[in-house]
């Protein structure tokens, strides 16, 4: 998880053992935050030499002890790494880990959202260990988000990566 995201976190959830637990209820935005991480976790492992032990950990994960889930959880894993390693420079790349990491985002999400509160926890701590394994592994991926001409009223905007923000209002 980027060290931005991290001090976010930090700072307005920091009530609970989690950075993102309020008492003893997940909040949602928390699981987006953690579901976030990961997907950008898988994203980043994919062209290291520590693909093989994270993949391992998300296809158990989502495998929940099912072998069959966790077989066609490691070959989604291996058709990640494979679109990866097909894009081509510019901005393919970009479009492809983007879209990559809002894949893996969204199976997180749903995952957690079914778990109940103390499966969610195992869960959790288990993406937090996959996320560090992945940071660990090898430089994150630079990401460019573009919002020029864009207006945001009351809005979030969640991710993971380096971003740069530009202001070109006067432009």
């Known amino acids: 998880m980027t060290n931005w995201l991290i001090a976010v976190l930090r700072s307005n959830y920091a009530d609970g053992p989690y950075p993102w637990m309020w008492g003893n209820a997940m909040l949602v935005e928390g699981l987006v935050a953690v579901a976030t991480a990961g997907g950008g976790a898988i994203v980043q492992a994919a062209g290291t030499d520590a693909w093989n032990g994270i993949r391992g950990g998300f296809a158990r994960l989502f495998g929940r002890g099912e072998a069959g889930r ?5 070959e989604r894993l291996d058709q990640t790494r494979a679109a990866l390693a097909a894009a081509q420079e510019g901005d393919d790349v970009q479009r492809v880990e983007i879209a990559q990491v809002a894949r893996w985002q969204t199976r997180l999400e749903v995952l957690l959202e079914e778990l109940p509160e103390a499966e969610q926890r195992q869960v959790v701590a288990e993406l937090r260990t ?19 001409g864009a207006t945001f009223t009351n809005s979030q905007v ?8 530009t202001n070109n209002h006067d432009k």
């Open 130 to 148: 996959l996320v560090a394994q992945a940071k660990a592994a090898g430089p994150a991926q630079a990401v460019h988000n573009d919002f020029s």
């Open 158 to 165: 969640l991710g993971s990566g380096s971003m740069t923000v």
């Open 70 to 74: 966790e077989q066609a959880e490691l």
